[in-house]
T-cell receptor
Framework: DAKTTQPPSMDCAEGRAANLPCNHS???????VYWYRQIHSQGPQYIIH???NNETNEMASLIITEDRKSSTLILPHATLRDTAVYYC???????????FGTGTQLKVEL | NAGVTQTPKFQVLKTGQSMTLQCAQD?????MYWYRQDPGMGLRLIYY???????DKGEVPNGYNVSRLNKREFSLRLESAAPSQTSVYFC????????????FGPGTRLTVT
């Protein structure tokens, strides 16, 4: 599976959009991009996934560049409850082998 | 629905002791997973069971055994615990067709002294 690179930490003001970048320059054609988050040592929570096209759901938007070498997770109106570690994962193993790196610690502040 | 449940929540073992971590899901999911998370690290896959009756090794299987008891339950056994196995253990499950979304339990915090 492709390796991902994320900044170790980011801050965001409450109510503003949080844009979390992820680099996955070695991604291959059949690999998906997944985003999960982990709030304060709880079990991780799925957010969104995509292959080529941009995706949006009730939690977030996922923007994947045309060459698929990087992506951005967007939380449109961050709240204090969005403070968490966000993991960008690239995997083609049919969803069985997700490799969680160290992620980005997002801190949402007043 | 309770989702994914794990027992116990906390456990302290002495080196060489054995124990079994229990995991159950009530979502009728086919696939189940065991991960460990060391302090300041991401999760690493220990074993998984793609469907009832099958198990496969993940990234860090050494020192562990698993049993897929039935569709609901997937247990993780430490035969001879070592301090290096001090970690938080998470169980997860997934619906077969929804390959992208794993549901995680609350974790078991294990300390081996």
């Amino acid at each position: 599976d492709a390796k991902t690179t994320q900044p170790p930490s980011m801050d965001c003001a409450e109510g503003r959009a949080a844009n979390l970048p992820c680099n996955h320059s070695t991604i291959s054609g059949n690999e998906y991009v997944y985003w999960y988050r982990q709030i304060h040592s709880q079990g991780p929570q799925y957010i969104i996934h995509g292959l080529k096209n941009n995706e949006t759901n009730e939690m977030a938007s996922l923007i994947i560049t045309e060459d698929r070498k990087s992506s951005t997770l967007i939380l449109p109106h961050a709240t204090l409850r969005d403070t968490a570690v966000y993991y960008c994962i690239v995997s083609g193993g049919g969803g069985n082998k997700l490799t969680f790196g160290t992620g980005t610690q997002l801190k949402v502040e007043l | 629905n309770a989702g994914v449940t794990q027992t116990p929540k906390f456990q302290v073992l002495k080196t060489g002791q054995s124990m079994t971590l229990q995991c159950a899901q009530d979502m009728n999911h086919n696939s189940m997973y065991w991960y460990r998370q060391d302090p300041g690290m991401g999760l690493r896959l220990i074993y998984y069971s793609a469907s009832e009756g099958t198990t496969d090794k993940g990234e860090v299987p050494n020192g562990y055994n698993v049993s897929r008891l039935n569709k609901r339950e997937f247990s993780l056994r430490l035969e001879s615990a070592a301090p290096s196995q001090t970690s938080v253990y998470f169980c997860a499950s997934r619906e077969f067709l929804a390959f992208y979304e794993q549901y995680f339990g609350p974790g078991t915090r294990l300390t081996v002294t």
